[in-house]
């Protein structure tokens, strides 16, 4: 009977360190990007836990960035540069990593009017959570798997829209449908 409780004392203490020990926290997950990134011209302009990760926007020497840090893999995923300064007044850039089952999409709006992004696929269509800091106004969304096409064009679609609805930039594969 003593063995039996020993046992699972032992049991309760080893899980509680296991999942104490093995989540990492959010400044670690930072560090981790840092080492990835360069760090000299890192800013960070925001971060945020999602439900599988976090997704961080930064601006570095090359432009707006973003990334996913995958709770699963304990992996950071960082998307290509888009302008700083878009003269459009819109720019994206997304993640795409087959080591993580998240697909990201994030950018900066510079034009006070556009107060919706919408990013659609054939049949998932999302709307982008939009983020007002001091150094500007930025989006992101994020979805579980990009869908396949299968023989047609591209099924991904990025727009910015005003109040109304109205699409005021698309960018994507268009067959004359919105």
Not at 60 to 88: C, I, M, Q
Not at 113 to 141: D, H, P
Request: glycine share 6%.
């Amino acid at each position: 009977m003593l063995l039996i409780l020993v046992r699972r004392i032992s049991s309760i203490i080893i899980l509680i360190f296991f999942i104490t020990g093995c989540s990492i926290s959010r400044e670690d997950k930072v560090d981790k990007l840092l080492e990835k990134t360069q760090p000299k011209t890192f800013e960070l302009l925001y971060q945020e836990e999602v439900e599988k990760g976090m997704v961080v926007l930064y601006k570095d020497e090359s432009g707006f960035r973003h990334a996913f840090f995958s709770n699963k893999a304990e992996y950071w995923n960082t998307s290509g540069n888009a302008e700083l300064n878009p003269k459009v007044g819109f720019t994206w850039g997304m993640t795409n990593d087959p080591n993580i089952p998240i697909l990201t999409f994030a950018g900066l709006i510079t034009v006070d009017e556009i107060q919706n992004v919408m990013v659609r696929q054939n049949t998932l269509n999302q709307q982008a959570k939009i983020i007002s800091t001091e150094q500007g106004r930025y989006w992101f969304t994020y979805f579980d798997y990009l869908e396949e096409a299968s023989g047609q064009p591209d099924p991904l679609k990025i727009e910015a829209l005003l109040d109304d609805g109205e699409i005021v930039w698309k960018d994507g594969i268009y067959d004359g449908k919105l």
